[in-house]
């Protein structure tokens, strides 16, 4: 079976996402940071039919990425990778915490990167595979009280794009997704949105995601603004 790794898979849009992807008939590899909420997404996919298994991963951690990605390069057919985990952090700009910035660029971008030169070769070995980068439209576009966040999600539209260029006819097919906001847990502990239940649901944005994914580009806007 074709293993999909999905990073932050625990809640939100990387839980929905698991779920549509095991309805594809991939085998799933979760990560995140806590295993209690993975392990929920597991028993859920599992109930219906799924295949899945856990780990335990911080994409911000960069020997924690290297060392975990070799390991399972063993046991899996690793087809796929879904840099799906990031944090937001949100304010005017001259206020930010550093260590805020510090943990969006290391998870958002560093990350990403990480996750994307771990699992890259493995599916270089077959010359097939998806590698799907979940942006934001705040990798579209400035936003007010954004500064940092839309620095992160910028740099993951270059990345993004310039892989599309080096590695086209190699068989491996990137997305990068911009989705405007999205009633998640990724707000709870912010007041930069007041209401998020005017948002799109994770798995409204995850049905159109799976139905777009043959484009380059998924552009999801806000039902609102
Ligand atoms: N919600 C929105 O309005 C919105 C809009 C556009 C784009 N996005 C993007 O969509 C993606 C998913 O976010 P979401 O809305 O679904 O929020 P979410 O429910 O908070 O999901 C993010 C997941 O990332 C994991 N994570 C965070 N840091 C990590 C790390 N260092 N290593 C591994 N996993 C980590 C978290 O789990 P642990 O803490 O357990 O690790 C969490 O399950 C993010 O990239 C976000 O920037 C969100």
């Known amino acids: 079976m074709k293993t999909m790794i999905i990073t932050g ?4 849009l990387g839980k929905e996402l698991a779920h549509l992807l095991s309805q594809k008939g991939y085998h799933l590899l979760l990560t995140g940071r806590t295993i209690e909420k993975l392990a929920t997404t597991k028993k859920e996919i599992e109930a219906q039919g799924g295949k899945v298994d856990i780990l335990r991963l911080d994409i911000g951690n960069a020997e924690d990425v290297t060392k975990k990605v070799e390991e399972i390069s063993h046991t899996y057919n690793i087809y796929g990778l879904v840099n799906n985990a990031g944090v937001g952090h949100f304010g005017p700009f001259v206020e930010m915490d550093e260590h805020h910035i510090t943990e969006m660029i290391n998870t958002n971008v560093l990350g990403t990167l990480l996750m994307t030169k771990a699992v890259l070769p493995q599916l270089l070995k077959t010359s097939e595979g998806r590698i799907m980068n979940i942006i934001s439209t705040a990798g579209l576009r400035g936003k007010v009280n954004e500064a940092v966040y839309v620095a ?17 006819g190699s068989g491996i097919k990137f997305n990068a ?4 906001g999205m009633d998640t847990p990724f ?20 049905e159109i995601i799976i139905e777009q994914m043959d484009q380059d580009s998924i552009i999801i806007e806000s039902k609102k603004s």
């Open 9 to 12: 898979a625990g809640s939100g």
């Open 187 to 206: 707000w709870d502990n912010s007041d930069h949105v007041k209401d998020t239940s005017r948002f799109r649901s994770p798995r409204d944005v995850a």
């Open 152 to 168: 992160s999600k910028f740099a993951l539209r270059g990345f993004t794009e310039s892989l599309q260029k080096e590695y086209e």
């Open 177 to 180: 997704v911009y989705m405007g």
